[in-house]
């Protein structure tokens, strides 16, 4: 065998070797098993599923939360009560004194206030709310009363208006905290008058209330007390003296608490109180003064304001009574606000909701997410029947606004409104 020979085998055997370890070393030691291969894809889809559920923990962080609005009224005794007094017998339906349907109310005057009347009021945590800023005062129909009414008492009738909006919900009235010099019932929202009052009678003595806590003037001493003739009006009614409770103590002191909010609901309502005061003899016109003290706490939650835009990126927003289509509404996106949080099936305008597209057996939601103020948000595009928003009167020839409502997953409510132009068929 040649020298030549030789180193070629020598060559050819090293090759064989580099070839073999290279195999080893990419292939055949790479080889996995089935069960092998099926771990390592599930350690992918285990991980990949971390990954997404940590995207959506981020986004959800990030998402502002949508609170409705907590609105919260005031309502004081002040100068805004309206008040009557002069009832007569003819006044007088089933026991109950019922003001007439043409009676004049007059605004109630801040009173003269005696001085026991603030320092003896509790409980000491309710006469801290009753004067909390907003506070209230005491009033009666005039700055102080007359000589003869001081003789013969007065029964004055005080109602104020409670404005809530249509729109409001959740409505909690549960401060209502009042008391008089020196006796009182009241109704919420009952033009009559009568029945069973929605609150006391306070202050009066047992046995006496709406029905029978007065008397009619005839010329003769009827008060149970001190004649009080020469100051009556025949026919008119006034208080016995044995009715109230100052009779038996000063118990006009003590701050009545309740609870109205079942009492109330969206639109006008009426607070009215008949205020009493009792029938005794002064020594002066300060010596039998009257006042009446309230206060009255409402809440209510309102829908979240949203920007609508009716006919995205179009103005005046024109809409043609004759057009058979979809007239498209955005409700825009924003920093503080996601359209995913909104449930599509309470869009309406005007108690039309959301047209449908797709097949008869499975109709779809006609509404679509997407950017279309290119401000960086996705908005909710919602899109209604033209003919049904006219059939349903939504949509008239006179219409300048549409008026969008709805609700996010969670319940709360959102509301938009947007300004449209009416184009003649």
């Known amino acids: 065998m040649t020298s030549q020979t030789l180193n070629f085998e020598l060559m050819m055997q090293k090759s064989s070797e580099s070839?073999?370890?290279n195999l080893y070393l990419h292939g055949t030691h790479n080889i996995r098993t089935p069960r092998e291969g099926e771990q390592s894809m599930r350690k992918k889809i285990y991980f990949v599923a971390i990954a997404l559920m940590a995207v959506f923990i981020i986004s959800c962080a990030l998402t502002p939360a949508v609170y409705a609005p907590i609105v919260t009224d005031y309502y004081v005794s002040d100068t805004t009560d309206l008040w009557w007094s002069g009832a007569n017998s003819g006044h007088i339906v089933s026991g109950y004194i019922v003001p007439p349907s043409d009676a004049v109310w007059s605004p109630a005057v801040l009173c003269w206030e005696h001085?026991?009347?603030?320092?003896?009021?509790?409980?000491?945590?309710?006469?801290?709310?009753l004067f909390e800023t907003p506070s209230a005062d005491w009033i009666w129909k005039s700055y102080q009363i007359t000589t003869g009414e001081s003789?013969?008492?007065?029964i004055v009738f005080f109602k104020k208006q409670i404005d809530i909006p249509e729109c409001a919900s959740s409505i909690t009235a549960d401060l209502f905290i009042i008391t008089a010099d020196n006796a009182y019932y009241f109704y919420v929202n009952n033009p009559s008058w009568s029945g069973i009052p929605d609150g006391g009678p306070a202050n009066f003595v047992s046995g006496y209330g709406p029905t029978n806590f007065y008397y009619t003037a005839d010329g003769t001493h009827k008060s149970g007390g001190t004649n009080s003739v020469s100051y009556e009006?025949?026919?008119?009614?006034y208080p016995l003296e044995a009715c109230t409770g100052a009779?038996?103590?000063d118990i006009w002191s003590s701050i009545e608490l309740y609870d109205i909010t079942l009492l109330l609901d969206t639109g006008e309502n009426w607070l009215q109180i008949v205020a009493v005061n009792e029938h005794a003899p002064p020594t002066g016109p300060t010596t039998n003064p009257a006042g009446l003290i309230y206060k009255l706490v409402v809440s209510y939650e309102v829908p979240v304001e949203v920007d609508i835009d009716v006919k995205p990126c179009s103005y005046p927003n024109s809409i043609c009574l004759s057009d058979q289509g979809l007239l498209p509404v955005a409700i825009l996106g924003s920093e503080t606000f996601d359209v995913?949080?909104?449930?599509p099936e309470t869009i309406n305008v005007g108690g039309v909701y959301l047209a449908t597209r797709g097949s008869i057996k499975k109709p779809k939601l006609a509404y679509s997410l997407e950017d279309v103020n290119t401000d960086g948000y996705i908005d909710l595009i919602a899109f209604f029947n033209i003919q049904e928003l006219i059939s349903e009167g939504v949509l008239a020839a006179d219409t300048t606004a549409l008026k969008l409502d709805g609700n996010l997953y969670d319940g709360t409510r959102i509301t938009g409104t947007d300004s449209v132009?009416?184009?003649?068929p």
């Open 421 to 424: 132009r009416v184009v003649p």
């Open 340 to 343: 995913n949080q909104i449930n």
């Open 19 to 21: 070839v073999t370890k």
């Open 233 to 237: 009006t025949i026919g008119n009614l």
């Open 151 to 154: 003789y013969t008492g007065d």
């Open 115 to 129: 001085s026991s009347w603030n320092p003896n009021l509790y409980p000491a945590d309710r006469k801290t709310k």
């Open 247 to 249: 009779q038996a103590s």
